[in-house]
């Protein structure tokens, strides 16, 4: 449909939702409204809905309730709302109540073991145990199986039948069955066994099929607990996102309102702590060393390192000053700012990218489950059987206990218990084998999504590298062709701490060691990540320690000191040319080509050494690029990042094509053209700046060393960091849905094969039970066969 400029759109909550038909119910339901659009979310119980101003509000909620549905306005109808710095019960998905399933399933399962057991070995059938089945049997398939019952109900009020409906009548159907045989037949006396005639008996009021009853409710309620732990993952994403921001912060009041900015003015007045949801654009506010800033702003006073690696997904801190923009969940370090805030709540950048989140989500909720689809033919079908069986059987004469034995066995036998269990038995296993190999997978659906991928993408920074800054190449003033730091470690111990001028001309094979204890020494007060890895690089070189007096720190640009009588310092090569500290043609020239970050290093009066500092790309790399395509995958790189050094990790890893410079929204629209284009997308990432751009692809891979955004945005979380771990994700999720659709395929051929026996009466309810076992136990086994996956 076409798109109104004057659309609205609004987020109902929505109860009562159980599987993917009533997904597609309430959307067609809601669709009957002239000028609306509707896209509902069965994993958060939610639908965004569009529609024009001639739809009231009112309209779409009892629109939703005629399709039986239980639906209101959330407190916060759109994610941006919530804001940063939203109180924790507004954020959607913050809230985990108890699940009630658990507490039927426990229940259900203590009763129902007896009872299975008593009715499936006759040396254990005691006297009288067919009344002790009855009391076992009935809390658990009326109270048990409640909310299969109360689906069924609401469903055929409205005209449908679902798996809820067969499992509702199956088991409703047996134990009325049996209370007949009971009360009426033969079974309620004392001293009977179940015998072991496979067709219909002659007298079949002898027989009851407590345990088919309570058995079908307790393994479906199984298989609904499994479920249900996948769906709560689902808003996690949001609260991972918004639990990024401070709940407070400190405001300057009295004298800090009004100032210009100017250096030190901005500082004056009286600091207050204040929730961050009472912030408003224009007020200032503190921020220390260690804190998370509350809102995107301006810089008017200090200078600080930025680490915004949450959100940009890139390792280097960024060196912020006066006029300097910084963004809301960024942490500072090394210095106290003033910020003047310019947009806050659902205007910052973090509240945009948690609603590209939400509404990625919503997009990719419409895949529906195989067994679903199956089941809206299945269903219908088997209970017209069960009918058409019963009444032949009377029109051939046969007595009504025969009727009904026929019938009730055709309706157990196509109770869908292996069906219930197929999906759930194959995802547990699975789930446990991959969190034997660090893979978490979060539910059916994204096992469904690893089948057509064609194309990966892979984010830079904490995926491919490490996101650790190391120390990769010393080019010395006459040497601008000096290789990486581990080739120029000096041979033998460390000069002698004697000398007396340790920044005398030294060998050529030692003065990479001099350039690093240079910068060491000015180095090693600081956190800052460049300066540990200048450190780490010295102290693994064996560099001399050297003391430093008169030393100055200049915050973003440098360090400076006195080393030995000698003017020395280290920092940026601006920094370094405004203390006079000129810089040879060779360095300059290598300065131009280098594609990392710089470190000048000067002493005896101009630059003599510049250190290049970068990101390691992960051992093993190349080898899961590899393998990825021999599962048939084009992988390519999308990076925050610039592109020389994107492109310098592409060729180390053989990616022949890559995306740099990649915002969020950028990643977010590279997914969705290529999909646009066909293709079946799969995103990898490890930071907030990935978490969109994990839930609008086909398959979304976090990393272990990520964030949680990223992780409960994504279909497959790796626990490891390790490239490796990418292909055995996709090669287990692969193993997992071969395994499901084999267990979906022989519980309908069993069905299909069983169901004309029973209406045949060669198979008594109580054989047509135990078959049903029997498939319920192959499904079992055939899913145990990922353990060694």
Not at 104 to 109: D, F, G, I, M, N
């Amino acid at each position: 449909m076409s798109l109104q400029h004057d659309e609205r759109t609004i987020d109902l909550d929505i109860e009562g939702m159980t599987c993917a038909s009533c997904v597609a119910r309430v959307e067609r339901r809601l669709e009957r409204l002239d000028g609306v659009h509707a896209e509902v979310n069965l994993a958060t119980e939610r639908a965004r809905v569009r529609f024009t101003p001639s739809v009231g509000v009112d309209e779409l909620l009892d629109a939703v309730r005629a399709a039986g549905y239980a639906a209101r306005v959330p407190e916060t109808t759109t994610p941006p709302s919530t804001g940063v710095g939203a109180s924790p019960d507004s954020i959607p998905g913050r809230a985990v109540p108890r699940d009630p399933l658990i507490v039927r399933l426990v229940v259900s399962a203590l009763l129902t073991v007896p009872i299975v057991l008593i009715a499936m070995a006759p040396p254990l059938q005691f006297t009288g145990w067919q009344w002790a089945s009855l009391v076992l049997a009935t809390p658990v398939v009326a109270w048990g199986g409640w909310p299969f019952h109360r689906a069924a109900a609401v469903n055929l009020r409205h005209g449908a039948l679902t798996m809820d409906s067969l499992v509702s009548l199956g088991t409703l159907t047996a134990y009325a069955w049996s209370c007949w045989a009971l009360w009426f037949g033969g079974a309620g006396m004392l001293g009977m066994t179940h015998g072991w005639t496979f067709g219909v008996r002659g007298e079949p009021g002898g027989d009851v099929y407590l345990e088919v009853a309570a058995g079908v409710v307790t393994i479906l309620l199984l298989g609904r607990v499994i479920e249900a732990r996948s769906k709560r993952r689902a808003g996690a994403s949001m609260r991972t996102l918004l639990d990024l921001a401070p709940r407070e912060v400190t405001v300057l009041v009295d004298g800090g309102e009004g100032l210009d900015g100017a250096a030190g003015g901005a500082a004056v007045g009286r600091e207050e702590r204040v929730p961050s949801a009472s912030l408003r654009a224009g007020a200032r506010f503190v921020v220390r060393p260690g804190e998370r800033i509350a809102a995107d702003g301006i810089v008017v006073h200090g200078a600080a390192s930025v680490d915004e690696s949450m959100l940009t997904g890139e390792p280097a801190p960024v060196e912020v000053a006066p006029g300097s923009a910084v963004t809301a969940a960024a942490i500072v370090h090394g210095g106290r700012l003033v910020v003047r805030a310019t947009r806050v709540g659902p205007d910052t950048r973090l509240a945009q990218i948690a609603a590209l989140v939400e509404d990625a989500q919503l997009g990719k909720s419409r895949a529906q489950r195989l067994a679903d689809r199956i089941s809206a033919v299945f269903v219908p079908v088997v209970i017209a059987i069960a009918v058409v069986t019963a009444a032949t059987w009377l029109l051939a004469g046969s007595p009504v206990e025969q009727a009904m034995a026929a019938a009730v066995a055709v309706l157990v036998i196509a109770c869908p218990c292996a069906l219930g269990l197929a999906t759930p038995m194959a995802l547990l296993v699975g789930t446990g084998r991959g969190a034997d190999r660090g893979i978490l997978i979060t539910g059916p659906e994204a096992l469904d999504r690893t089948a057509g991928i064609d194309t990966i993408l892979l984010d830079k920074t904490g995926t491919i590298t490490t996101g650790r800054m190391r120390l990769t190449r010393i080019t010395l003033a006459d040497d601008p062709d000096s290789a990486a730091p581990d080739s120029a470690a000096p041979d033998g111990a460390a000069p002698d701490a004697g000398v007396a001028d340790p920044l005398a001309p030294a060998p050529a094979r030692d003065r990479d060691a001099e350039a690093l204890a240079v910068a060491a020494a000015l180095e090693r007060g600081s956190e800052h990540p460049i300066a540990r890895a200048v450190v780490e690089a010295a102290d693994a070189a064996n560099a001399p320690h050297l003391q430093v007096r008169e030393f100055r720190a200049r915050t973003g640009l440098g360090v400076s000191g006195v080393i030995a009588g000698d003017a020395a310092a280290a920092g940026r090569p601006a920094f370094l040319a405004e203390l006079g500290f000129p810089m040879p043609d060779s360095l300059a020239r290598r300065a131009e080509d280098s594609d990392a970050t710089l470190v000048a290093v000067a002493w005896r009066g101009e630059v003599r050494a510049l250190l290049e500092v970068g990101d390691e790309v992960r051992e093993g790399a190349a080898a899961a690029v590899a393998r990825l395509r021999r599962l048939g995958l084009h992988p390519a790189i999308a990076s925050g990042d610039a592109r020389r050094p994107a492109e310098r990790v592409a060729l180390a890893v053989g990616v022949d094509e890559v995306h740099a410079g990649s915002s969020p929204e950028d990643k977010l629209a590279l997914v969705r053209r290529l999909q646009s284009d066909g293709q079946r997308v799969a995103m990898v990432g490890d930071g907030v700046n990935d978490a969109a751009a994990l839930a609008a692809a086909d398959l979304g891979i976090a990393m272990g060393g990520g964030t949680d955004a990223a992780a409960s945005a994504s279909d497959l979380a790796l626990l490891r960091d390790e490239p490796a771990a990418i292909p055995d994700a996709i090669e287990l999720a692969r193993a997992t849905l071969r395994t499901i659709r084999g267990n979906l395929f022989w519980a309908f051929a069993y069905n299909v094969a069983a169901i004309p026996l029973a209406a045949a009466g060669m198979l008594n309810p109580m054989i047509a039970g135990a078959a049903m076992a029997c498939s319920s136990v192959f499904v079992v086994l055939n899913s145990l066969r990922l353990r060694s996956a």
